[in-house]
């Protein structure tokens, strides 16, 4: 089994910072691609960033030039630098991985339980 556990978020004000990281566990042979989903109230879960295994970045339009995604493959982390917040970033946010299980290399994608960020003055 596989588990992913969030952490980092909470109230800030608008223009402020938050870092979400999340960390994966249990029987890791290699992570895939790693990213960053969130849901609003009443809104569709949306992608907000992704990172390969070799680095390599996307991001959704909203969040490009303040959100930065960044994993530590030794630790089987992914990152989540969010700068300038605003109101509409408001939701919860969930981290996801692509994981190689031991011992079968069984591919999967797992889920985290999602970390509230709440961005109001």
């Known amino acids: 089994q596989v588990q992913l556990g969030e952490s980092g978020g909470g109230l800030v004000q608008p223009g402020e910072s938050l870092r979400l990281s999340c960390a994966a566990s249990?029987?890791?042979?290699?992570?895939?691609?790693m990213a960053w989903y969130r849901q609003a109230p009443g809104k569709e879960r949306e992608l907000v960033a992704t990172v390969t295994r070799g680095g390599m970045t996307t991001y959704a339009d909203s969040v490009k030039g303040r959100f930065t995604i960044s994993r530590d493959n030794a630790k089987n982390t992914v990152s989540l630098q969010m700068n300038s917040l605003k109101p509409e970033d408001t939701a919860v946010y969930y981290c996801t991985a692509r994981v190689i299980t031991n011992p079968t290399w069984i591919v999967g994608e797992y889920w985290g339980q999602g970390t509230q960020v709440t961005v109001s003055a």
């Open positions: 249990g029987s890791i042979f290699a992570i895939n691609d």
